[in-house]
T-cell receptor, first 118, second 110 residues
Framework: SAVISQKPSRDICQRGTSLTIQCQVDSQVTMMFWYRQQPGQSLTLIAT?????????ESGFVIDKFPISRPNLTFSTLTVSNMSPEDSSIYLC???????????????FGPGTRLTVT | KQEVTQIPAALSVPEGENLVLNCSFT??????LQWFRQDPGKGLTSLLLIQSSQREQTSGRLNASLDKSSGRSTLYIAASQPGDSATYLCAPYSGYALNFGKGTSLLVTP
């Protein structure tokens, strides 16, 4: 398993500003993911962050708006840039653990960052 | 693209009832499927993982089944308790990332 922490747990920000969310995991992992959960909706994958390479963004998400860093195998950051009220969401990071045998992929999630943009 | 549907969208039951949550997915080529629980405004807690070769998996009062060929999974909760109130999400894994449905919002009343 993996224990994941996120900072901040919540924030209220003004439109036009940026917020950087930190994700820390207690073990070294290759794959880390960032998701967004808009109010009343399910989770949408923003990007995959692998250490040593550029993040891979899903359709509808761009690096200028959501820059991601992955400096080592236990840490990642997601920045929400030039925020608008539509960015109000819960942002979650997750990690993938490949079980022994290499055929089972289990994901663990952080507690989330609740962002409100006014 | 994997589409995941969960039925019912919401469920309210009295304490003690056994209940079944349903999940269907369109692409049966999955490695495994996870069931998660999400409390309001919080992150996801992994409840069970079923490998594609398995038919079911049990943890305490929870039992999850998988019929990969038909693209269906069910989560059975025995003797429900108020503390089980949460949103339950199923997420099949097809080799790239998890795909989520909208979940089933469960309320267990005392």
């Amino acid at each position: 398993s993996a224990v994941i922490s996120q900072k901040p747990s919540r924030d209220i920000c003004q439109r036009g500003t940026s917020l950087t969310i930190q994700c820390q995991v207690d073990s070294q992992v290759t794959m880390m993911f960032w998701y967004r959960q808009q109010p009343g909706q399910s989770l949408t994958l923003i990007a995959t962050a692998n250490q040593g390479s550029e993040a891979t963004y899903e359709s509808g998400f761009v690096i200028d708006k959501f820059p991601i860093s992955r400096p080592n195998l236990t840490f990642s950051t997601l920045t929400v840039s030039n925020m608008s009220p539509e960015d109000s969401s819960i942002y979650l990071c997750s990690v993938e653990i490949v079980r022994v045998g290499g055929r089972t992929y289990e994901q663990y999630f952080g507690p989330g960052t609740r962002l409100t943009v006014t | 693209k994997q589409e995941v549907t969960q039925i019912p969208a919401a469920l309210s039951v009295p304490e003690g009832e056994n209940l079944v949550l349903n999940c269907s997915f369109t692409d049966s080529a999955i490695y495994n499927l996870q069931w998660f629980r999400q409390d309001p405004g919080k992150g996801l807690t992994s409840l069970l993982l079923i490998q594609s070769s398995q038919r079911e998996q049990t943890s305490g009062r929870l039992n999850a089944s998988l019929d990969k060929s038909s693209g269906r999974s069910t989560l059975y909760i025995a003797a429900s308790q108020p503390g089980d109130s949460a949103t339950y999400l199923c997420a099949p894994y097809s080799g790239y990332a998890l795909n989520f449905g909208k979940g089933t919002s469960l309320l267990v009343t005392p």
